[in-house]
C-alpha cells in the first residue's frame, strides 16, 4: 500500500484508467453522432494516459497541461493516439476527436490529481485521488449506460426506412429532411392511435394514484399510530407481496378476470393495478407518519376533533411532501407497468401506452416506429420525474429523522 500510495504510482495509474474511460466513450460518442468509424486502442489509451498525468498534475501547471493538450491531438491526427480515426474522416474531424480527447482527459485529471504529488504522498492526498477518480468513472460509466440507448432510440425513431437498410448502425441525424424527420412520430398518431393510448395511460395511472391514496393513507396512518394486536406483524409483512414474482399471479389473475368479464376492460386495470402499488405506498408513508410530531395530533384530539378528522386537518396537510412524492412514484408505475396490460388487454381502442409500444414490436410494422413509440412512452414520464425530482427527494427524506 506504501508503494501504491507514491505519487509516481498513483498518478499514471489513476491517468491509464481515465484514459481508458474518456477514450472509449470519445470513441462512442462520436461514432454514433457522426457514423463515420472511430476505434479506441486498449493499450494506447494505457500508455497516453499513463504519460498525461504529469502535465495534468499541480506540477504541469497551466503549460504543462496545454502542452499535453496539444501533444496528444498530434498524436490522434497521426493516427497513434488513444483513438483511431477512419482514412475517410476528414482532418476536421480528426482534429476535433483530439481536441475532445485532450479536454476529457486533462480537465478531469488536473482535478483528481490536484493534491497528489509527484513523490510519497500521504494517506489523505492518496484517498482524495482514488475517490475522485471512482467518483468520475461512476458517473461517465452511468450516464452513458443510460444516455447512448436512449440516444440509439431517439436516433433510429428519427430515421426513414432506407436509411436503416443502408446502415443500421448508423446514428448520426441528417438534418436536410426538415420535418420529414419527425414523420414515424406523425404516422403513430395518425395511423396508430397513439393519441388514445396516451389518454388511457393517463387517466388510469391518475385513477391508480387516486385509490392507492384512499386505501393506504388511512392503512398507514393506523399502522404509525394506533395500537392493535398484530400491528408489528402487518407493519413488517406490508412488502410481502413483492417477494411473490408478478408473472406467479398472471394465470390466477387472467382466469379470475376472464370468469368475471374485467378481461379486455378499461375497470379491470383500474381494480388490479392499486393492488401492485398499494403495499409499496403504505410501506413509505407509514414511515414519514411515525416521524410526524404526535402531540400536534393529540392536541386536535383535545380539542374535540375526532380521529378522522385529525388525519385531514392535521395529519394530510403537514403530510403534502410525502403524498407529493409517493402519487409520483405511484404514478410512474402504473405508467409503465406493461405485464398485466399486455395480459389483460386485446382490443386496441383500449391499450394503455406501453401495450400499444408492444403492438409495434412486429416484422411488418418499420423498426423506426417501435422506436418512436418508445420515445413517446419514455419522455413525458421522464419530463415528469425530472421537473419534480426536487420534491420528490424531499417527500422521501422528510420523514427519516423523527422530529
Not at 501547471?61 to 493516439?81: H, W
Not at 483528481?112 to 458517473?139: D, K, N, Q, S
Not at 396512518?221 to 408478478?246: D, E, H, K, N, Q
Not at 378499461?266 to 416521524?291: C, D, E, K, N, S
Amino acid at each position: 500500500m506504501n508503494t501504491l500510495r507514491h505519487g509516481y504510482v498513483t498518478g499514471p495509474l489513476i491517468g491509464a484508467l481515465w484514459m481508458v474511460i474518456t477514450g472509449f466513450t470519445v470513441a462512442v460518442v462520436l461514432s454514433f453522432s457522426t457514423g463515420e468509424p472511430f476505434r479506441p486502442v486498449f493499450w494506447a489509451c494505457l500508455v497516453w494516459g499513463a504519460l498525461m498525468w504529469v502535465p495534468a498534475s499541480r506540477r504541469g501547471g497551466p503549460i504543462g497541461a496545454l502542452i499535453g493538450g496539444l501533444v496528444l491531438l498530434a498524436a490522434t491526427l497521426l493516427g497513434i493516439g488513444p483513438v483511431v480515426v477512419g482514412a475517410e474522416v476528414s482532418g476536421l474531424t480528426a482534429a476535433i476527436t483530439g481536441l475532445a480527447l485532450a479536454l476529457a482527459t486533462l480537465v478531469p485529471l488536473r482535478h483528481m490529481l490536484a493534491e497528489l504529488p509527484l513523490g510519497a504522498a500521504t494517506r489523505h492526498a492518496f484517498e482524495h485521488a482514488v475517490i475522485r477518480f471512482l467518483t468520475g468513472a461512476g458517473y461517465v460509466i452511468f450516464k452513458a449506460l443510460v444516455a447512448i440507448p436512449f440516444y440509439v432510440m431517439v436516433m433510429t425513431s428519427l430515421k426513414n426506412q432506407q436509411q436503416l437498410v443502408q446502415n443500421p448502425l448508423d446514428f448520426s441525424i441528417d438534418l436536410t429532411r426538415g420535418w420529414d424527420l419527425l414523420s414515424s412520430y406523425v404516422e403513430l398518431f395518425a395511423e396508430f392511435g397513439f393519441g388514445g393510448y396516451l389518454w388511457t395511460s393517463f387517466y388510469v395511472s391518475v385513477l391508480t394514484v387516486f385509490i392507492t391514496l384512499l386505501f393506504s393513507v388511512p392503512g398507514a396512518y393506523a399502522v404509525a399510530r394506533l395500537r392493535f394486536t398484530g400491528r408489528t406483524v402487518f407493519s413488517r409483512s406490508i412488502l410481502l407481496i413483492y417477494m411473490v414474482p408478478m408473472i406467479v399471479l398472471a394465470l390466477p389473475i387472467y382466469i379470475a378476470f376472464s370468469m368475471t368479464g374485467l378481461r379486455n376492460t378499461i375497470t379491470g386495470i383500474v381494480m388490479i393495478y392499486p393492488v401492485t402499488t398499494i403495499p409499496v405506498a403504505l410501506y413509505m408513508l407509514q414511515g414519514y407518519f411515525r416521524g410526524l410530531p404526535a402531540e400536534v395530533e393529540e392536541a386536535g384530539l383535545m380539542d374535540g376533533l375526532t380521529r378522522l378528522r385529525v388525519i385531514w386537518k392535521i395529519t394530510l396537510p403537514l403530510s403534502l411532501p410525502a403524498l407529493a412524492s409517493v402519487s409520483l412514484y405511484v404514478f410512474m408505475i402504473a405508467w409503465n407497468e406493461f405485464l398485466l396490460a399486455f395480459m389483460l388487454l386485446d382490443d386496441p381502442s383500449k391499450f394503455t401506452l406501453t401495450r400499444g409500444v408492444a403492438m409495434l414490436n412486429s416484422s411488418e410494422i418499420p423498426r423506426q416506429h417501435l422506436m418512436a413509440g418508445a420515445v413517446i412512452a419514455t419522455v413525458p414520464i421522464m419530463a415528469l420525474f425530472l421537473g419534480l425530482e426536487k420534491f420528490m427527494t424531499k417527500g422521501l427524506t422528510a420523514g427519516a429523522v423523527k422530529g
